[in-house]
């Protein structure tokens, strides 16, 4: 037993040591098919502020990419660091929207339109500021297993970040 215990020991410790980006990165990727199929199979519909979480794991999923391919280690950990950073705030909005009082909720007009078509109609930088802002159709749950999907987000983005903060902690000396 303690034999099996080294081994599978081992296994996590070569596997962070030498492939933590491309496991981050397959960690993402799973989260986004997850999500997809969740809104295929389950009938959910994806808010705006849903939408751009996914985004955000796409794009921990390239950081982590860049930061395996090029072989740079604070390029990396910023990457990933900072990407995680703008999930946490993200999915914590969200969870925010999802908890206002319904009064407070109801002066929302943020994200009436999918996420794509207000890209289109309003351009990048306003289709995210408009998201932010939120709206009703972002307070709701639509799927939970002890957690809805913002929060298990925000799980997800601060696990990445402490891993990352755990992974490059020797880039930063401190004399």
């Not at 997809?36 to 994806?46: G, V």
């Not at 289109?120 to 802002?133: C, H, M, P, S, V």
């Not at 159709?137 to 990352?164: H, K, M, P, Q």
Request: aromatic residues 18%; contains cysteine.
């Amino acid at each position: 037993m303690e034999k099996m215990y080294k081994k599978i020991i081992n296994l996590i410790n070569s596997v962070f040591q030498n492939y933590f980006e491309l496991t981050l990165m397959f960690s993402a990727l799973l989260v986004i098919i997850i999500a997809i199929a969740m809104d295929e199979f389950l009938y959910l519909q994806a808010c705006a502020l849903c939408v751009l979480t996914r985004y955000i794991f796409g794009l921990v999923a390239v950081s982590s990419l860049v930061g395996f391919l090029f072989k740079k280690d604070l390029i990396s950990a910023f990457l990933i660091f900072a990407s995680s950073i703008i999930g946490m705030l993200v999915t914590s909005r969200q969870i925010y929207i999802q908890n206002m009082a319904p009064n407070e909720l109801a002066q929302l007009s943020g994200c009436g339109m999918p996420f794509h078509a207000q890209v289109e109609y309003f351009g990048l930088y306003d289709a995210i500021r408009r998201t932010l802002a939120g709206g009703p159709s972002c307070a709701e749950d639509g799927w939970r297993f002890i957690f809805n999907f913002a929060e298990y987000g925000f799980l997800f983005f601060t696990i990445y970040l402490v891993l990352t903060i755990f992974k490059y902690r020797k880039l930063v000396k401190f004399d």
